[in-house]
């Protein structure tokens, strides 16, 4: 009985090391590729074909996803704040609600869920099935590096895409909102307009720019990093989709996190609260 007692916390530390062990091995590899994958770019761009084709499955493909989603966020964040504030006479400030947290928040994050579910999913079925058949081999002998020419066009194409389905994510959802409030709960469509105009700046459409731009970094990464180390047979393929999707957004939450604390901080630096 005591040795059994004795063995189990040593089973659970073990057990702690070696999954802590390997989440260093994975952060490192990680870390490793998206240095390649950021020298290639800096270094040689691909061939504009490349690049438009791939900007098009990840840009235009994506924007009915985008907007579905944003113009739902939009009518129920309306829906759901109204009864809190028409408890305390400020109906007509749904617009101010509503514009402030699809554009600083709701707007990034939504368009990289999406974005990683969508998009980046695919890319690491896509280079996962091309690894398991021994495509990057063929590359490789042909003198190609498939670091340059499959993870950079979908880099670009992710971070150059991706401030563009934040914005429209935000206009479906302020329209979302506009649409709840006014026609269904009877606030005046001057007074919503006037209150968002008066809560959003220019530093409200920078915020979401810079974090959607982070967030389209790390999907592209962690997608391609996830097929190039794919493991063989369908299931590896599956699996490699599987963890493209689950790192992906967990890594957006924490940048969003993170930038939005760092953003806080050099707002208040430039415009210093009296």
């Known amino acids: ?46 061939r504009r074909d490349v690049l438009l084709t791939t900007c098009h499955q990840v840009g235009v493909e994506t924007v009915p996803v985008v907007m579905v989603t944003g113009l739902f966020i939009g009518m129920v964040l309306a829906v759901q704040a109204y009864n809190q504030f028409h408890q305390n006479h400020l109906d007509s400030r749904l617009g101010a609600l509503i514009s402030s947290t699809l554009l600083n928040e709701l707007g990034p994050v939504l368009a990289g869920a999406m974005l990683a579910g969508r998009v980046g999913s695919a890319m690491a079925a896509e ?90 970094g790390a999907i592209a990464v962690i997608a391609c990093h996830r097929g190039f180390r794919c493991s063989a047979g369908a299931e590896g393929v599956g699996q490699a989709a599987t963890q493209a999707f689950v790192i992906s957004f967990a890594v957006i939450l924490a940048l969003d996190f993170c930038l939005g604390s760092i953003l806080n901080v050099i707002y208040f630096y430039l415009w210093p609260v009296s």
């Open 1 to 46: 009985m005591s040795s059994t007692s004795a063995t189990a916390p040593q089973g659970i530390i073990d057990a702690v090391g070696r999954l802590s062990l390997r989440a260093m091995q994975v952060v490192g590899d990680l870390t490793m590729f998206a240095g390649q994958v950021l020298t290639a770019t800096v270094t040689r761009w691909p």
């Open 127 to 216: 280079l996962g099935t091309m690894r398991i058949t021994e495509q990057f081999d063929a590359l490789e002998v042909l003198g190609a590096q498939p670091v340059r020419h499959l993870a950079v066009p979908r880099l670009l194409a992710c971070c150059l895409l991706i401030p563009l389905l934040t914005i429209v994510t935000d206009a479906m959802g302020i329209l979302g909102g506009w649409m709840i409030a006014t026609k269904m709960f009877g606030v005046l469509n001057h007074a919503f307009w006037q209150h968002a105009e008066r809560v959003v700046g220019y530093w409200d459409l920078l915020t979401g720019a810079v974090k959607s731009l982070f967030f389209g």
